[in-house]
């Protein structure tokens, strides 16, 4: 994906040597979260499709819904990441388009701050319930297995999307700052 406008410069400037550190780091972390999530898809996909033919001679996987819910989970979350790096996510404009360029920087200035801080909370609290969860034992309940790793797998997703929103917002900042720097 090609980098937005680089913190601290306009169009035009390079970017700066830390926000092009942390931009390889983003796209190295997050594709490689991808490609998990890709793996993680593809044995849901191999495994509900085992318990479908298994069912079709009569034999049922116990446990099968708490499989696939875990590997479901685990795709999900270890491909935000790398959705935020694309934008494949859907953006409501109706309303930021009609705003002037140095209103809009500060909008999307704000909106990538605060969902910076909303995932960072959420990778903190979900790895610490993973914590709580490793710590007491806790099993599932039809297999009576560990959920900890699952649990730890969803905060990893969750900081990889973290690490992508740090990057928009010093883009968004840097691009606020060229843009009052005009005026």
Not at 64 to 79: D, K, P, T
Not at 88 to 108: D, I, N, Q, Y
Not at 148 to 156: G, I, M, Q, T
Not at 162 to 175: N, P, S, V
């Amino acid at each position: 994906m090609a980098a937005a406008t680089p913190a601290g410069g306009g169009a035009d400037a390079p970017p700066h040597p830390v926000l092009h550190l942390l931009d390889r780091l983003d796209s190295y972390v997050n594709e490689g979260l991808a490609w998990a999530a890709g793996l993680t898809l593809g044995l849901m996909m191999v495994f509900a499709v085992a318990d479908m033919v298994l069912r079709g001679f009569g034999i049922t996987v116990a446990g099968s819904y708490e499989v696939i819910g875990w590997l479901s989970a685990a795709a999900m979350a270890l491909a935000l990441g790398t959705v935020q790096r694309h934008r494949g996510h859907v953006a409501m404009e109706l309303v930021v388009v009609k705003l002037g360029h140095l209103s809009r920087a500060v909008v999307e200035m704000l909106t990538s701050l605060g969902s910076l801080l909303l995932f960072a909370a959420a990778t903190w609290y979900v790895a610490r319930y993973g914590r709580v969860l490793h710590e007491t034992g806790s099993l599932s309940e039809t297999l009576r297995v560990i959920v900890h790793p699952w649990v730890y797998l969803v905060a990893v997703g969750c900081a990889g999307l973290t690490l992508a929103l740090l990057l928009d917002f010093l883009r968004a900042a840097g691009e606020l700052l060229a843009l009052r720097r005009r005026i």
